[in-house]
């Protein structure tokens, strides 16, 4: 187990290799290119409703809280009825990705309290900055310990301090803002500054940056995604930059986790794009009487939507909702289950294409292993 030093991330040097600018270069074009389909959305709420569940729910993978599309969809925070603990776990994930969004937008800083405020909505305690000594990072398979992050608790509330300042501050340092994006993910983990709750909270952190850099308007990169897919990878990177200070490396792996992330969202809210103007013009073919902007947003907003959320979105009465409801699942829009979950009422699944492309992708990667 090597020795690792928390490093001055301003005293770096030169760590933009060739290599590293040339992934840049590709990873912000696809970045820019991301930001400008959201615009084309018609309502960009829709993806506000359903893409950042899909960060949560990879992340969330990475930790080993596994669930399904089914459980994430079905369970509401706002009434915290959960269909497993696995998807309360998830739905706390994108509230305090919401929490850290909602402040970024409007203060453009990420401050020491807003990142113990988003990992205390992850974990539903306030422990803070670690206290006790102890932590180490375990290899699953070895039971080896491979690092021991920073044990003083003086150290470590330093050592944040300094990444606070790192990550505000772009006078001193003219990094390229998405290598300082994996600078940070970097050294946050390598800090390990909660008990619980460090890997999801870093991630999030991920996402902060880029908003905060106007770099995205919305929380929609799953980087977790690229991770999860990638990770005895990631984890090989992590510690080879603590074993060997092999920056460049992890550097590219980032950027390109960026880059392909950014184009496969384009591709999902294209898609997502493509099913409702289909649905938008089968409405209106067979049921012009109930067709609103309104309740196509509804559709979208809420993969499982239900008669209370067309009654608020559309404000309309509950028997006018529950027929409007009926008569979109006669023409094959949706489909109507029963779920205890919402014991006062029936649930309507939508045929959500992001749902359904992330769930067969998933199975197609399952049978090739």
Excluded at 21 to 40: D, F, P, Y
Excluded at 298 to 303: A, S, V, W
Aim: hydrophobic share 35%; with cysteine; proline share 3%.
């Amino acid at each position: 187990m090597n020795n690792y030093q928390i490093p001055d991330l301003f005293a770096l040097g030169e760590i933009e290799s060739k290599a590293v600018l040339k992934a840049c270069s590709t990873a912000h074009q696809a970045l820019g290119e991301l930001k400008g389909v959201v615009h084309t959305m018609p309502n960009q709420n829709i993806l506000l409703g359903t893409l950042p569940l899909q960060e949560a729910k990879e992340s969330s993978e990475i930790e080993n809280i596994i669930t399904t599309q089914d459980d994430l969809y079905q369970s509401n925070i706002n009434t915290h009825q959960f269909t497993t603990v696995a998807a309360k776990e998830v739905h706390y994930y994108a509230q305090a990705m919401s929490l850290g969004f909602n402040s970024v937008r409007s203060d453009k800083l990420i401050t020491l309290n807003l990142i113990k405020e988003i990992q205390a909505a992850l974990e539903g305690n306030d422990a803070g900055f670690r206290k006790q000594q102890g932590t180490g990072l375990v290899n699953q398979t070895t039971k080896e310990i491979v690092y021991m992050p920073p044990q003083n608790p003086a150290d470590i509330e330093k050592y944040m301090s300094d990444l606070e300042r790192f990550i505000n501050d772009s006078a001193q340092l003219d990094y390229d803002p998405l290598v300082k994006m994996a600078l940070i993910h970097h050294q946050f983990e390598s800090i390990h500054p909660f008990y619980d709750g460090n890997g999801r909270t870093g991630r999030i952190l991920n996402i902060l940056y880029l908003i905060q850099q106007d770099l995205l308007d919305t929380p929609i990169l799953y980087l977790s995604r690229y991770i999860n897919r990638n990770k005895t990878k990631y984890y090989q990177l992590l510690q080879s930059v603590r074993d060997s200070q092999n920056w460049e490396a992890w550097l590219v792996f980032m950027l390109n986790g960026i880059t392909e992330t950014s184009k496969r969202t384009v591709t999902l809210i294209n898609g997502i794009k493509v099913l409702m103007q289909n649905h938008k013009q089968l409405i209106r073919n067979n049921l012009p009487q109930i067709y609103s902007h309104e309740l196509i947003n509804n559709l979208y907003k809420h993969p499982y939507t239900k008669i209370d959320f067309v009654v608020r979105d559309c404000q309309i009465h509950r028997n006018t909702a529950r027929t409007r409801l009926e008569a979109l699942v006669r023409i094959g829009i949706l489909k109507k289950e029963n779920h205890r979950e919402f014991s006062f009422c029936r649930t309507y699944c939508a045929n959500c294409v992001a749902l359904k492309s992330a769930a067969s992708e998933r199975n197609s990667t399952l049978s090739s292993k």
